[in-house]
T-cell receptor, first 114, second 113 residues
Framework: DGGITQSPKYLFRKEGQNVTLSCEQN?????MYWYRQDPGQGLRLIYY???????QKGDIAEGYSVSREKKESFPLTVTSAQKNPTAFYLCASNKQGRAYNEQFFGPGTRLTVL | GQQLNQSPQSMFIQEGEDVSMNCTSSSIFNTWLWYKQDPGEGPVLLIA?????ELTSNGRLTAQFGITRKDSFLNISASIPSDVGIYFC?????????????FGTGTRLKVLA
């Protein structure tokens, strides 16, 4: 089955630690995105990548970093510089091109800072 | 970042009732998407709309792409308990060389049996 997987489902971080959230897709999608979701708010874009070895900052990139070494993978690192990292993180992907405008999401990772 | 105006924020309805929610924006979009999200899960795509004026159905769900390309609505007919969840709209446009998606703040639906 094709889809987007995220791991872990739940993640706990101590103050001052960096943590990495995994996102893998086998949909052969070109573009991948990371969003942050907080209660009562819409999704906010952290980083996105259209092709391998290239990525751009979204609206709230401070305190986060990403890499895109493979088409299938787009891991997100939440660094100690992110002052309020407790949130639900969603990875998404879509094909590029005018005919492929549907974006699909993974199941999410809930990060809690202890 | 920009967010879409989605209303209502929440609603309680009786099982069997019809539900309507909408999204509006000051920007024009190429595509409107509607998602449902269950607690602790990722959003699931329900309906995608590609042309102004388009009306599309998926079972008991019907959505329309507004003529002005700045709004969309979603209707759920004959609601059932499993319709409970948060419904999000998203508008997609091409800007700065890439496709970007703007999301509504969600409509929380609760169905009373």
């Amino acid at each position: 089955d094709g889809g987007i997987t995220q791991s872990p489902k739940y993640l706990f971080r101590k103050e001052g630690q960096n943590v990495t959230l995994s996102c893998e897709q086998n949909l052969n999608h070109d573009a991948m995105y990371w969003y942050r979701q907080d209660p009562g708010q819409g999704l906010r874009l952290i980083y996105y990548s259209q092709i391998v070895n290239d990525f751009q900052k979204g609206d709230i990139a401070e305190g986060y970093s990403v890499s895109r070494e493979k088409k299938e993978s787009f891991p997100l690192t939440v660094t100690s510089a992110q002052k309020n990292p407790t949130a639900f993180y969603l990875c998404a992907s879509n094909k590029q091109g005018r005919a492929y405008n549907e974006q699909f999401f993974g199941p999410g990772t809930r990060l809690t800072v202890l | 970042g920009q967010q879409l105006n989605q209303s209502p924020q929440s609603m309680f309805i009786q099982e069997g009732e019809d539900v309507s929610m909408n999204c509006t924006s000051s920007s024009i979009f190429n595509t409107w998407l509607w998602y449902k999200q269950d607690p602790g899960e990722g959003p699931v795509l329900l309906i995608a709309l590609y042309k102004a004026g388009e009306l599309t159905s998926n079972g008991r769900l019907t959505a329309q792409f507004g003529i002005t390309r700045k709004d969309s609505f979603l209707n759920i007919s004959a609601s059932i308990p499993s319709d409970v969840g948060i419904y999000f709209c998203a508008g997609q446009h091409f800007t700065s060389g890439t496709y970007k998606y703007i999301f509504g703040t969600g409509t929380r639906l609760k169905v009373l049996a």
